[in-house]
């Protein structure tokens, strides 16, 4: 069973940085593409970024590129999300993404397992 758990959430200025992490067991973490998605109260979940499984292939959302980056150490079994000049809207619950294949996804249904979330609030 795949067990994924995040962490790094909290509260923070508008302007500010965070990074999360999410480390994985149960799978090969090496052979799987990874993903950050997010969900905001009375709203869709929204896909974040998505990282392949060596690390070379990035993609993001369009409301936080240039701003935020997914990273991966194999080594440790974790994916980074680095998150800066962060903004009252990035307020989320941060959900982390274990994928089926190789290649990172946008559409959550490429993924086989999720973590429980890690909240991040970001006042103005």
């Known amino acids: 069973q795949v067990q994924v758990i995040e962490s790094g959430g909290g509260l923070v200025q508008a302007g500010g940085s965070l990074r999360l992490s999410c480390v994985t067991s149960g799978r090969t973490f090496s052979s799987s593409a990874m993903a950050w998605f997010r969900q905001a109260p009375g709203k869709e979940r929204e896909f974040v970024a998505t990282?392949?499984?060596?690390?070379?292939?990035?993609a993001y959302g369009d409301s936080v590129k240039g701003r935020f980056t997914i990273s991966r150490d194999n080594g440790k079994n974790t994916v980074y999300l680095q998150m800066n000049s962060l903004k009252p809207e990035d307020t989320a619950v941060y959900y982390c993404?274990?994928?089926?294949?190789?290649?990172?996804?946008?559409?959550?249904?490429?993924?086989?397992?999720w973590g429980q979330g890690t909240q991040v609030t970001v006042s103005s």
């Open positions: 993404a274990v994928g089926v294949t190789r290649y990172g996804s946008s559409d959550s249904s490429n993924y086989i397992a």
């Open positions: 990282i392949n499984w060596i690390g070379r292939t990035s």
